[in-house]
């Protein structure tokens, strides 16, 4: 029998798609729960998640919600198996109980700052506009607030001149995923230590507008 710790993931967009990829090579989640098909793209066609054609290349048992937190056949459907914790990554919902604190371990977040600087939806795209030369990944565990959760790991990621977001987002995306698995797979749960984020150095990353440009910034001295 397998210690491993069972785990569910709701996530939709391109990062947790990619998110999800890199973590089911080693530890496939229970199920998915991913935002429904939406209209996009110039001519509005219908289109799955990222994560959607992701779960479904994998054979992963899925679902597909409009409102996750107004949906109540989903939340019954996640209830009816719940795992030890959740992976909420790159999702599109509002976490809200009962679904917060559902799992034993909660629902974990992969979030590419160190937080608590660039709280929000942006946080590549404005380290990048902002000139730094590092930021980071933090897995860290959801409360009511906006990224504010208490902190299980931060991982330092360089920010190279010629990174842009998208090598940024996947350079986040494999430091959190590989530090993720290894508390998924050999660090034993009542080992995890949550530490609540500092007041000190909070930061907002509101969503970038598509007229604003994430090119890599020549700035930086």
Not at 192 to 216: H, L
């Amino acid at each position: 029998m397998s210690d491993r710790l069972r785990f569910g993931f709701c996530g939709s967009g391109r990062f947790a798609a990619e998110c999800l990829s890199i973590i089911s090579e080693k530890a496939m989640p229970e199920w998915v729960v991913t935002n429904s098909p939406r209209p996009s793209g110039r001519g509005l066609r219908i289109q799955n998640t990222p994560v959607s054609d992701k779960a479904r290349e994998l054979g992963i048992k899925l679902r597909t919600t409009e409102k996750l937190s107004a949906d109540m056949e989903t939340l019954e459907w996640i209830r009816s198996d719940i795992p030890d914790l959740i992976l909420v990554i790159d999702f599109g919902h509002i976490i809200r109980e009962p679904l917060l604190n559902m799992a034993p371990l909660g629902c974990i977040n992969i979030h590419p700052s160190l937080l608590p600087a660039y709280r929000g939806s942006a946080p590549v795209q404005r380290a990048i506009m902002d000139g730094l030369k590092e930021t980071g990944v933090t897995i860290f565990r959801l409360d009511e607030g906006m990224d504010s959760g208490p902190v299980l790991d931060r991982i330092p990621v360089s920010i190279d001149m010629s990174d842009d977001t998208p090598s940024l987002l996947i350079k986040t995306c494999k430091a959190g995923c590989e530090k993720l698995l290894e508390y998924l797979l050999k660090t034993p749960s009542d080992r995890w230590v949550f530490v609540p984020q500092s007041e000190v150095g909070v930061s907002t990353a509101p969503k970038i507008e598509k007229s604003a440009s994430a090119r890599p910034c020549d700035s930086r001295a």
